[in-house]
Nanobody
Framework: QVQLVESGGGLVQVGGSLTLSCAAS????????MGWYRQAPGKQRELVAD???????NYVDSVKGRFTVSRDNAKNTVYLQMDSLKPADTSVYYC???????????WGKGTLVTVSS
């Protein structure tokens, strides 16, 4: 079993920055990919960014050049650095982990990011 705990959400003004963290604990920290989804009110959950165990990254077009996903294996943590934030980035952000051996996808409970104009 893997537990994911997000932190770092909050209220920020347009153009500001936030860094989200997702700490994994529980079973051996071995994953195929980890990353972040977001879901705004009335909208479907969308993939924002992910990073593979090999370090390859992927971003949705709307955040390219503004967001950076990274990981710290020693801390079992994945990060999402968000710069030049826009009101459209306002969402609940969810961390996920695809376990390498079980194939199970684990989710965090989410952290709210609100970008005010």
């Amino acid at each position: 079993q893997v537990q994911l705990v997000e932190s770092g959400g909050g209220l920020v003004q347009v153009g500001g920055s936030l860094t989200l963290s997702c700490a994994a604990s529980g079973s051996a920290f071995s994953f195929n990919s980890m990353g972040w989804y977001r879901q705004a009110p009335g909208k479907q959950r969308e993939l924002v960014a992910d990073i593979t165990s090999g370090g390859n990254t992927n971003y949705v077009d709307s955040v390219k050049g503004r967001f950076t996903v990274s990981r710290d294996n020693a801390k079992n943590t994945v990060y999402l650095q968000m710069d030049s934030l826009k009101p459209a980035d306002t969402s609940v952000y969810y961390c996920y982990l695809d376990h390498k051996f079980s194939g199970t996808r684990y989710w965090g409970k989410g952290t709210l990011v609100t970008v005010s104009s």
